[in-house]
Each structure stands twice: as C-alpha cells, then as structure tokens.
C-alpha cells in the first residue's frame, strides 16, 4: 500500500516563492520546476524512506531527497502510512523546518 504525501502549509509557501522567483526570468521553465518538485515529492509514496536522514538534524527521523539545487525535507509516519514534506529547501540557503 501506497503512503500517502502531506505538504505542510510551509512547503507550499516554499514551491510558491520557488515558483515565483523562477518565472520572473522564464515563466514555462518555473511551472515544469514546481511540477517536478511535487512529482518527486509524490515519488515518496512508494519508497518513503529513500531519502538520507538530513545531517544537520539528530532526530533519527527528518529525511531529504535531493533535486538539484533543491532538498526536500520530510518525515515518515509508518503508524498513519504517511509521508510530510515539511520543506522545499535551495541547498545554497540554511535549513529550518520552522518559519522565521
């Protein structure tokens, strides 16, 4: 059975900036970006635990996949078969999970 693949209202406010600042130079090269970011974020369903586990973090449990330049940031929760994506990170910026 499939996980299922949550988007925190943080990592929706990160593809929209992502988004955002990208169309300003090429709006079509900004869509197929925020559209493969979400596709391999849903990816996640099957394999949950492909990503590493994120250095910065020694929770045991906050993961990335990585999509040049960006890092998506997630947690699995194996009780509710779920996966959260908490962030859309560019890896050249420091990560947090929190706003601020």
Same mark, same amino acid.
């Given at each position: 059975?499939?996980? *299922? ?11 929209? *900036?992502?988004v955002?600042? &990208?169309?300003?130079?090429?709006? #079509?090269? #900004?869509e197929?970006? /925020? ?5 391999? #974020? ?17 929770? /045991?449990?906050?993961? *990335? ?6 890092r998506? &940031? ?7 078969? #779920? ?7 560019h /890896? ?5 999970? *929190?706003? /601020?």
């Open positions: 059975m499939d996980y *299922e693949v949550v988007l925190s209202p943080l990592s929706i406010e990160d593809l929209e *900036e992502i955002r600042y &990208v169309s300003q130079g090429d709006p #079509a090269a #900004a197929r970006l /925020g559209n493969s970011l979400i596709d391999s #974020a849903l990816e996640l369903r099957m394999f949950p635990e492909r990503g590493r586990l994120v250095p910065e973090f020694s929770d /045991g449990i906050t993961r *990335e996949i990585i999509h040049r330049p960006y998506i &940031v997630y947690r699995v929760d194996h009780r509710l078969k #779920a996966v959260h994506i908490s962030r859309f990170w /890896g050249a910026r420091l990560l947090s999970l *929190e706003e /601020g």
